[in-house]
């Protein structure tokens, strides 16, 4: 499965951004899907996940209520509001087909399949 995150890009402190997570070739429907982010110099972190079903979106505490996860049958998105410039990083989505159908995936090593990353910068 080749995943493709977009929707990234530079934007002001209190903005809001949708990056997007989709399969070339294929929809998403039979995987669990979360989002990481890596920024400069730390090491990369959960953001957010979303069950199979759709029925089970997470978001990591540290950005609850302001960042949600959702989904179609084709694509994953992240809206991401209320943006700071600690949420500077590069933003990869991952998925798993061997998820159960409302299982939640919150660690790295879950996922099979990553995409190459889309790049979000806060400017103060």
């Known amino acids: 499965v080749q995943l493709q995150a977009s929707g990234g890009g530079l934007v002001q402190a209190g903005a809001s951004l949708r990056l997007t997570c989709a399969a070339s070739g294929r929809t998403l429907v039979d995987y669990a899907v979360g989002w990481f982010r890596q920024a400069p110099g730390k090491e990369r972190e959960f953001v957010a996940a979303i069950s199979r079903s759709g029925r089970r979106p997470y978001t990591t505490n540290s950005m609850k209520g302001r960042f949600t996860i959702s989904r179609d049958r084709n694509t994953v998105y992240l809206q991401m509001t209320g943006l700071k410039p600690e949420d500077t990083a590069a933003y990869y989505c991952?998925?798993?087909?061997?998820?159960?159908?409302?299982?939640?995936?919150?660690?790295?090593?879950?996922?099979?399949?990553w995409g190459q990353g889309t790049q979000v910068t806060v400017s103060s």
């Open positions: 991952a998925a798993d087909g061997g998820a159960g159908w409302d299982e939640v995936l919150t660690k790295e090593p879950s996922y099979a399949y």
